[in-house]
């Protein structure tokens, strides 16, 4: 399979052409009129061997400079590229030089054909106030009078920023209308204080990283666990209705951000190949359009850790034909079927159709419950086999019947799925049998 994968990637190249790119009416990024369910990387290895290896195992888009140069290996690679504005695209400050810069930047950029997507500034909001005014809201000799001047000053902060990327964008789009702007935001903010960046985005975005040892999470919302990835995905579609959402996901441990040594830190700290595939069907789950991962820059690519990120990319760019399709949950009834437990757990489903296969992915997302699917008459007798367990489930009566073996189930009709001996999306490492950070030998088939 990962060599399918790589050839895909190769096939790209001839048809690059003069790159063109947009959304399509339900949020899908179109690249030369070819539907794409974005896999990226913040890790850019900045040589062609390693942006190879990304496009191997089903990365399809990679963060460049604002620079030919990183643009044509990119493209050489068979990838995808983004470019950060910078400051550049807030024109509140310095307009005259920075609008300069940005018709600058699209000029040279504009018609290369591995730049399918524009970033805004990351994080804006949050680094708006971050970490300056966190640290006087927290004094403890804080007074009223002084917090209201304080939320005042951030709320025509705010607005200020708002109009600034309104301006820029207006600019940007002058120099290169053709291509969307992708904003990317902390996860934290009310919903209505992202609404004004949000609106003037073509598709929205949210980092989290709920992966953490000793501490309550990188999550500030009631659910601490891996399905608040969801949870923020649903916030940031909540903030700009309609508008596309990309996440993006966890590839690297907290403890990686300290001075600690590398056998040091403790193992859970690091997402496991079980971890990183929940949290990117979560996302998916909750209507992302777009998955990357930040982090891994911190590792090395061979690392077991990040093997088992890699093994999940692979598993998605295989199944990016029904993730690019149309969402057909209405036609099924998902009830999780509660005897053992207090209450039903949360479910989250999501149904597609690629020719004449279907996929079926549910997560129940507070404990592991029996579930029962209806509505699949017209799949009577067919089976639906387990991507990443050899399982195979058969359909009667027109339903499925799942058990709670695991909070994820990803199942496809189509009988490759069965043939494949072993799994060939194994975890390329399992909590505490070796160190995340060991090298390891890439073991897929």
């Not at 399918?116 to 971050?130: F, S």
């Not at 500030?220 to 700009?240: E, F, H, N, P, W």
């Not at 209405?330 to 279907?358: C, G, I, M």
Request: charge should be neutral; aromatic fraction near 8%; glycine fraction near 6%.
């Amino acid at each position: 399979m990962k060599k399918r994968i790589f050839a895909l990637c190769l096939l790209l190249i001839p048809f690059s052409g003069f790159g063109q790119s947009r959304l399509d009416k339900d949020g899908t990024l179109v690249v030369n009129d070819q539907r794409r369910f974005i896999l990226g990387t913040y890790h850019n290895p900045g040589e062609l061997s390693g942006l190879l290896e990304l496009a191997q195992n089903g990365i399809n888009l990679v963060r460049c400079g604002a620079d030919a140069m990183s643009l044509d290996q990119a493209r050489t690679a068979g990838l995808f590229a983004w470019v950060n504005t910078g400051a550049n695209l807030d024109l509140s400050e310095n307009p005259a030089e920075r609008k300069q810069n940005l018709l600058a930047m699209a000029a040279a950029l504009k018609d290369h054909p591995a730049l399918v997507v524009w970033e805004a500034p990351d994080e804006a909001l949050w680094n708006l106030y971050y970490p300056n005014l966190e640290k006087q809201l927290h004094r403890s000799d804080l007074t009223e009078a002084r917090l209201d001047s304080l939320l005042k000053d951030l709320e025509q902060n705010s607005r200020r920023l708002a109009d600034g990327f309104q301006k820029g964008l207006a600019v940007l789009r002058q120099g290169n209308p053709h291509r969307p702007v992708w904003f990317n935001h902390a996860p934290r903010n009310s919903i209505e204080q992202l609404k004004p960046f949000s609106s003037l985005a073509d598709i929205i975005g949210c980092d989290i990283y709920p992966v953490r040892v000793g501490h309550n999470g990188h999550s500030d919302l009631i659910d601490k666990d891996l399905s608040c990835v969801g949870a923020y995905t649903d916030r940031m579609q909540a903030s700009g209705p309609n508008k596309p959402v990309w996440m993006v996901l966890q590839a690297f441990s907290w403890e990686q951000l300290t001075s600690k040594k590398p056998e040091e830190m403790d193992p859970q700290g690091f997402p496991s190949f079980n971890e990183s595939r929940f949290m990117a069907y979560e996302a998916i789950l909750h209507g992302a359009r777009g998955l990357l991962w930040w982090g891994s820059t911190l590792s090395s690519t061979k690392a077991a850790f990040c093997k088992a990120i890699l093994a999940v990319t692979s598993e998605l760019a295989e199944l990016e034909p029904y993730l690019v399709a149309p969402e057909l949950k209405k036609q099924l009834t998902v009830e999780p079927l509660t005897f053992a437990a207090s209450e039903p757990s949360r479910v989250a489903y999501s149904f597609r159709r690629h020719q004449n296969d279907y996929l079926l992915i549910l997560s129940t997302e507070d404990n592991g419950q029996w579930v029962r699917v209806d509505g699949l008459q017209r799949l009577n007798g067919r089976a639906f086999y387990d991507v990443a367990g050899g399982r195979r489930h058969m359909v009667q009566q027109g339903r499925l019947l799942l058990s709670p073996q695991s909070r994820l189930s990803v199942l496809c009709t189509d009988r490759q799925w069965e043939l494949v001996q072993p799994n060939p999306f194994p975890a390329a490492w399992d909590r505490f049998s070796r160190h995340p950070l060991k090298e390891i030998e890439d073991n897929r088939r």
